[in-house]
């Protein structure tokens, strides 16, 4: 059954998300944010210092795979039905916990319930990433 909340990560403490002229392309720290249960502005700092580090741009999978698999996270092909159709992002609620990777968009699965500032659940699941047991 899939549940969506909206949600923008914790953006909202640091800056306005009300308007449409608010949005921006932060769904790589969004995901990030409310996955590992981080402060927004603590993910954003980070991958910024190792995309500079990188020479990278924060939103790049070559910063932020390393960074949640520094966080231990696990990186994970996209997961096929039976019929090898990828599975859509709405479907895999049962993962738990997972950050989603979609076409051109970081998505986050959390305690089986979808968080985003858009319902983004009918796109086709890509890469996913579940962090360590226990936490």
């Given at each position: 059954m899939h549940k969506f909340i909206k949600s923008h990560g914790g953006r909202e403490k640091y800056f306005p998300?009300?308007?449409?002229k608010d949005r921006t392309g932060d769904c790589v720290i969004r995901a990030?944010?409310?996955?590992?249960g981080q402060d927004y502005m603590t993910v954003w700092r980070d991958?910024?210092?190792?995309?500079?580090?990188?020479?990278f741009l924060p939103n790049d999978d070559r910063v932020w795979g390393p960074y949640l698999e520094?966080?231990?996270w696990t990186k994970h092909s996209p997961a096929l039905k039976p019929d090898r159709?990828?599975?859509?992002?709405?479907?895999?609620?049962a993962l738990?916990?997972?950050?989603i990777k979609t076409?051109?968009?970081?998505?986050?699965?959390?305690?089986?319930?979808?968080?985003d500032s858009w319902d983004c659940g009918a796109w086709k699941a890509n890469t996913y990433y579940t962090p360590k047991e226990g936490k």
């Open positions: 998300c009300k308007l449409k990030i944010a409310i996955g590992t991958l910024f210092a190792l995309g500079m580090e990188k020479g520094g966080l231990g159709t990828k599975y859509r992002v709405r479907e895999l609620w738990h916990t997972a950050i076409t051109k968009h970081l998505t986050c699965i959390k305690d089986c319930v979808h968080y």
